[in-house]
């Protein structure tokens, strides 16, 4: 049995408790909240046997193996540091870290430790996101010319919705990009096997003036009728951006967190010489196949006919939905599979995203910033810009 401490008990934090307890040998041993009395209280509501008020305490235990960070993101790095330090594999969520130079300290410190590390890049968990990767490894639609799409929801669409995300030194100076647009590029550059090595972008700040409740508001939910005080918001409710791959794709992306009537619509189509593929999060169970010469399909997530490295990620027969917390559970079981396997994550290959992965979600966003502040294309950190086309005659 692999014992697991949870830090942080928010939104995410129970749908990790229950993605690892379907995997049938991991047990939710402990519980880190703010405040002692609280975390007892989640504590219980949960089924988790012990429960503190410092995270540092949780560290301390010696049954706990695994630690989980699903705190806000301000204290990312910091509980991420002390849990590697404190000899503990880390499953954390993102943003890895709020800047470029934390994140690659976490990954100099994960590299030092031989310590598994992951990061909740949990779309990567969808079957039919697995069968788009497999296809355009194996060349089904050519040459790879362009990925673009969006990242759309409506949860901060009014002056009166408000949530910690808004505030940049609790969220980073970065929101709809760090919080949703990090899936979108995650998905963009696994999917193709290409790396982001430049963007043009364009942000937007819809909402200027929010007001914010008195009382503690959680995540999607809406807040209540209680006194507010309003706020000047310094972080992105929009952006559009361009971008260039390594291996010589181009495309573009938008995000936005203000667009009415969509809840957490996830969208992403490659384009290739021979073909193109297209995946929608809001209706995961099809994939969209794009021909020129032959009528177009629509792939159902049937184990029976996907490619065999996208069927294992889907758990039940075709036509019964599977969805984000049956994705994030496939994530878990990948990571905990190659804990109980005794892997090192130096010597052997994860196929989960890492730290290094969340580190190069870091780096994209600081580019996009400084794109958008200089309004001008920015080569991403550690990533050759491929070479320039020739001109055509």
């Known amino acids: 049995m692999i014992r697991v401490g949870l830090i942080g008990a928010g939104f995410v934090g129970p749908a990790h408790v229950e993605a690892l307890r379907r995997l049938g040998y991991v047990e939710v041993l402990a519980l880190a909240g703010s405040d002692a009395l609280r975390a007892r209280r989640k504590a219980d509501e949960m089924g988790i046997p012990e429960a503190c008020g410092d995270y540092r305490q949780l560290l301390a235990n010696p049954r706990v193996t695994v630690v989980h960070n699903a705190t806000p993101n301000r204290l990312h790095y910091a509980i991420n540091r002390d849990a590697l330090q404190a000899g503990k594999h880390v499953v954390s969520e993102k943003p890895l870290a709020l800047t470029v130079e934390e994140g690659r300290h976490l990954v100099e410190l994960a590299r030092q430790t031989e310590l598994v590390n992951a990061v909740d890049f949990n779309y990567r968990g969808y079957p039919l996101v697995q069968q788009m990767r497999a296809m355009i490894a194996r060349g089904d639609i050519g040459q790879v010319w362009t990925v673009h799409g969006s990242y759309m929801q409506d949860w901060l669409l009014y002056p009166t919705d408000y949530n910690w995300r808004i505030m940049p030194e609790l969220g980073g100076e970065s929101r709809a990009v760090a919080d949703i647009g990090s899936h979108w590029c995650d998905l963009a550059q696994w999917i193709t096997g290409q790396r982001i090595s430049r963007v043009m972008a364009r942000l937007a700040t819809l909402v200027p003036v ?184």
């Open 210 to 393: 929010r007001y914010r409740p008195v009382e503690e508001v959680k995540t999607f939910t809406q807040p209540g009728t209680g006194p507010r005080e309003p706020i000047e918001v310094r972080t992105e409710d929009y952006a559009s951006v361009l971008v260039d791959l390594e291996g010589g794709a181009t495309g573009s992306f938008m995000v936005s967190q203000v667009s009415a009537g969509r809840k957490n619509r996830l969208w992403i189509q490659v384009d290739g010489s021979e073909g193109s593929l297209s995946w929608d999060q809001e209706t995961p169970d099809l994939l969209w196949v794009g021909r020129r010469g032959r009528p177009n399909e629509l792939v159902p997530r049937d184990p029976a006919i996907l490619a065999p490295e996208a069927a294992r990620y889907t758990n039940l027969p075709a036509g019964h939905n599977e969805g984000w917390a049956d994705a994030l559970r496939n994530l878990m079981a990948q990571i905990y599979d190659f804990i109980r396997q005794g892997k090192n994550p130096v010597r052997d290959v994860p196929a989960f995203p890492t730290f290094h992965d969340g580190l190069v979600e870091n780096q994209v966003v600081q580019a996009i910033l400084e794109s958008h502040r200089r309004q001008a294309w920015v080569e991403v950190e550690g990533v050759k810009a491929p070479a320039a086309a020739p001109a055509q005659s």
